[in-house]
């Protein structure tokens, strides 16, 4: 049985994902240069994008289930998000 808390949970992870990931490009895009510094700001950007998206609360993104469950959760996942769309 999946209840409104484990949906929420489950639904949170793609993002935190993304944002782990975006995290991950950064030393990629600032301590390289060239192409591999192209690749780290574009994996950045991507999926920056991505856990944004994705935590837009509305239809069946994964945004409306985490909101539902937890809007200080939603909070904590989507602020980083948006701040590394400006990294």
Request: avoid cysteine; proline fraction near 5%.
């Amino acid at each position: 049985n999946i209840n409104k808390e484990k949906n929420g949970k489950i639904s949170a992870i793609g993002p935190l994902i993304n944002i782990i990931l975006a995290l991950l490009f950064i030393p990629l895009k600032f301590y390289s240069s060239g192409f591999l510094a192209l690749i780290g700001s574009y994996g950045l950007q991507i999926n920056a994008w991505l856990a944004v998206f994705n935590m837009i609360p509305i239809l069946n993104l994964d945004g409306s289930k985490v909101f539902a469950w937890n809007k200080l959760a939603w909070a904590l996942i989507l602020i980083p998000a948006i701040i590394l769309l400006f990294i």
